[in-house]
């Protein structure tokens, strides 16, 4: 959002309407080594109250954008995500992307797990339970 990057406690995330314009917020747990737990935190928080990158550049850490964060973050980490996409004619990763990779990780390695997907669809929040909506 405009005040770059926060750290937002995951209640506030459920009024999607006031808090973002998103649709909805799906939300997974690294369940490996909690060295690397601590390498993707301590990656993240160092780039508290950076300027979100509207550009959407990911060439480019002088501003940063949501999936970004989360990308580098794990990249930093040892955690290497393919699916970067060519959009608008430069590379980003999206959210679709990160979201593929970790149901794969889920599935194939346990790697990942599933804490959460809050969607906004007429005003009303609701809660999806992710293996029956996306893995069946």
């Known amino acids: 959002n405009e005040d770059g990057v926060e750290i937002r406690p995951i209640r506030e995330l459920y009024n999607l309407q006031t808090v ?19 390498e993707i935190i301590l990656f993240a928080t160092k780039h508290l109250g950076k300027a979100y990158d509207f ?9 940063i954008y949501c999936s970004e964060l989360v990308y580098k973050s794990l990249l930093h980490a040892g955690i290497g995500i393919s699916g970067t996409e060519w ?17 794969q990780q889920c599935r194939a390695k346990g790697e990942f797990s599933w804490l959460f997907h809050i969607t906004k669809s007429d005003h009303v929040i609701s809660e999806h339970a992710f293996w029956d909506d996306h893995l069946r």
Not at 87 to 103: K, N, S
């Open 20 to 38: 973002s314009t998103l649709e909805s917020i799906i939300g997974f747990r690294y369940t490996g080594n909690p060295e690397t737990i601590r």
């Open 55 to 63: 550009d959407l550049d990911l060439t480019s850490d002088q501003a």
């Open 87 to 103: 959009v608008a004619g430069r590379e980003m990763i999206t959210p679709e992307a990160l979201v593929r990779y970790m149901e």
